[in-house]
């Protein structure tokens, strides 16, 4: 089998494509495809890589993964055996982490609304951080603390007033337009503060921050770092001091973009052959060190320890470990567009591969060296199933398959079957491979439709 790379790609980080060590045709002609693939080792790696950046810079850390990035309790289960914690959101999610056997103090919880449920059980339980959104959730939080008699670990989400652009929507859950975390000068806050000072079932841990998605500098970190000194200042005025300070996650990777305006603009318009501009830099490294130099000299000027670093990554943590695997079913030319259709597209497998940009590369059965521009298109009647557009790749024949990159993230959990069984999921560790997820079937597909159980049992 030849692997080839798509000629416009400068490096491939995480999964290596080595076909001494993975197999991945024998893989797709025995479990069919489309198919996701899940390297471990790339798991773990990237868990000792993150946290390893922030203790060089001199901080203590503690890492937890957003479990909406990839909710497979196999994914999961090796992050859990690699120390990380669990960052939930819901109660399906809390239900995930007890599942695989996380400890409560190891749980973040989140949310921008946070129901009775979850937030009750969250106490119940003594999970380590929940992050207070609102006056209304820290007054829920102290009812069910005061009615169970149970210390709730809380922390103030503030938001950090970044500026938003509709050109790009990286930051647009930090901005200072969202409706997310309190805004520091605000009568909520200072009324939240007064409330958590005073009552002793409320036990303040520290501040929160999330920035957004496919964060790919350094400067929103620092904007966002000193609006949360402000509130800072305001909390000690109260005797209350952070012991942990939660940055929250959104880290980008180096192979992978998400879309903004005028990428689709120059992808859809122009036809251009599109190259996005990948960030050179380690953010990850850059955070950690600005972070730890801000935070020894705000620390010293108030007399105040240091605090522990949460951080809540998802995409960093998963993303590069995982490919998937499709089919080129078809080949058409039409005017000057040469096309390749696959059993698989952004309507039938994830919406992000009409929203981000992923490398390609070519599983080939011949050795043809010529290269060709194509539009890769899924199995729908739609022009909105495609896989990618304008790539240029090695001649493609009916047969071949295809391996998008760095799908490790939101890519299962944002899976659909629409017209079809989701794909199967299977994971290499140490040169075994085992099948973490069947294909689902047309019986899963209806296996909540009562009519349909009740006429087929």
Not at 307 to 334: D, F, M, N
Not at 380 to 392: G, Q, Y
Not at 414 to 441: H, K, S
Request: hydrophobic share 40%.
């Amino acid at each position: 089998m030849l692997i080839r790379q798509n000629q416009d790609k400068d490096q491939i980080s995480g999964y290596a494509l080595n076909s001494s060590i993975i197999h991945l045709k024998s893989l797709a002609d025995k479990y069919g495809t489309p198919l996701y693939v899940i390297k471990k080792e790339e798991i773990e790696k990237n868990a000792i890589s993150i946290q390893d950046q922030f203790i060089e810079a001199g901080l203590n850390v503690k890492v937890f993964f957003s479990y909406k990035s990839n909710p497979v309790p196999s994914v999961l289960s090796v992050l859990k055996n690699a120390g990380v914690g669990a960052e939930v959101v819901s109660e399906y999610e809390f239900w995930l982490a007890e599942s695989i056997g996380v400890k409560y103090e190891d749980m973040v919880v989140n949310g921008a609304y946070k129901s009775d449920d979850l937030l009750s059980k969250a106490i119940i339980s003594g999970v380590g951080l929940i992050n207070i959104e609102s006056l209304e959730e820290l007054n829920r939080a102290k009812y069910f603390a005061n009615e169970y008699g149970k210390t709730a670990n809380i922390g103030f989400r503030i938001n950090p007033n970044l500026k938003s652009s509709i050109y790009n929507f990286t930051t647009a859950t930090g901005s200072a337009q969202s409706c997310f975390g309190f805004l520091k000068d605000s009568a909520e806050f200072e009324e939240s503060v007064k409330i958590a000072s005073a009552d002793k079932f409320l036990n303040f841990c520290g501040l929160h921050f999330h920035l957004g998605t496919g964060m790919k500098k350094v400067h929103p970190y620092i904007s966002a770092l000193k609006t949360l000194f402000k509130a800072w200042d305001m909390l000690t005025t109260y005797g209350l001091n952070p012991k942990i300070l939660d940055i929250g996650g959104g880290f980008n990777i180096s192979s992978l973009k998400i879309l903004n305006a005028y990428d689709y603009f120059s992808l859809t318009m122009l036809k251009a052959s599109f190259k996005p501009k990948l960030p050179k830099m380690n953010l990850i490294e850059e955070v950690s060190l600005y972070l730890s130099e801000s935070l020894k000299e705000y620390c010293h000027d108030h007399n105040s320890p240091i605090p522990i670093i949460y951080l809540e990554p998802g995409r960093a943590l998963t993303s590069s470990s995982q490919i998937l695997i499709l089919k080129v079913t078809r080949l058409s030319h039409r005017g000057k567009v040469n096309y390749a259709f696959c059993d698989g597209g952004a309507m039938s497998i994830s919406m992000l591969l009409a929203s981000e940009y992923h490398y390609i590369n070519v599983l080939k059965t011949n050795n043809s060296t010529k290269d060709i521009k194509y539009n890769i298109i899924g199995n729908m009647p739609s022009p909105h199933d495609i896989v990618a557009t304008n790539r240029k790749l090695p001649e493609l024949r009916t047969g071949d398959y295809i391996v998008v990159m760095d799908v490790g993230a939101y890519f299962v959990a944002l899976g659909n079957n629409f017209a079809g069984p989701r794909p199967a999921i299977v994971m290499t560790e140490n040169e075994g491979i085992r099948l973490i997820r069947r294909r689902e079937t047309f019986d899963d597909m209806l296996i909540t439709d009562v009519d349909y159980q009740h006429h087929h049992i």
